[in-house]
């Protein structure tokens, strides 16, 4: 695969547990300053284990000269977010995550609570053109449905699609991150969001680390297939 730089570092690209999450005394425990808005139900396939990795162009409000997604941090937290859309364009557990309940909307004065810190363990970029071969090639990896494919990839036609694989895991019930209704601080179509420091420090991983090395290898050689592009570090 070819390879571009990026940020990220090499120590922090390379963990795949957040430092000490099993700690409950909070030393050493991941600090977490930033939250990535994404879709309600791929949030929920993340948790449930049944989804390891998370597809991006960037949203309406991000810097529209970028010719891919930002990543902006190799560990975050995800804010789950509503996407409108019909649940016959999503795969079956997707469909029914989405008619069991949406997500907090502050648009209502709701709060939101963040429960799943992910971090980064691969990253890769696949030319625009072939967006929709990618998808398809790797229809076990997301929650879209063919026809969703369709509709996602025209947006932002020529950017090309950023595959991010994510280790995911969840907060304990009583030591989540809860965010007051703001919608000048939270809202908009911004992909990336600054929290106040939230420290969880008891995590669950939401995939053993058998099954997430086994996933981990059948993707990399899906995307040998595709030539994608390694996100390398600096």
């Not at 090499?10 to 991941?30: F, I, K, L, M, V």
């Not at 309600?40 to 991000?62: N, P």
């Not at 997301?142 to 025209?154: E, G, K, M, N, V």
Request: hydrophobic content about 40%; aromatic content about 6%.
């Amino acid at each position: 695969m070819r390879a571009v730089s990026s940020s990220i570092s090499a120590s922090a690209r390379h963990r795949t547990t957040p430092r000490c999450a099993s700690r409950r005394d909070g030393t050493d425990a991941p600090r977490v300053t930033l939250a990535l808005k994404e879709w309600h139900a791929a949030c929920e396939a993340m948790r449930c284990g049944r989804q390891t990795v998370l597809l991006r162009k960037g949203g309406i409000a991000d810097d529209a000269r970028a010719s891919s997604f930002e990543i902006r941090s190799t560990e975050f937290a995800l804010f789950p977010t509503n996407f409108h859309v019909d649940a016959a364009l999503l795969a079956r557990e997707e469909a029914a995550a989405l008619a069991a309940g949406a997500a907090p909307d502050m648009k209502k004065g709701e709060s939101v609570t963040l429960a799943l810190v992910t971090r980064v363990t691969g990253a890769w970029i696949v030319d625009g053109a072939r967006g929709l071969e990618a998808l398809r090639a790797l229809k076990n990896y997301h929650c879209w449905s063919d026809a969703l494919q369709q509709t996602r990839l025209a947006y932002k036609p020529q950017m090309g699609l950023t595959i991010l694989e994510l280790r995911a895991y969840e907060a304990a019930a009583g030591n989540r991150a809860t965010l007051e209704a703001d919608l000048e601080r939270y809202g908009g179509c911004k992909s990336w969001i600054d929290i106040d420091p939230w420290t969880p420090t008891t995590l669950r991983a939401c995939v053993s680390d058998e099954d997430f090395a086994e996933r981990g290898a059948r993707l990399r050689a899906d995307l040998e297939a595709l030539d994608a592009t390694d996100v390398l570090v600096k």
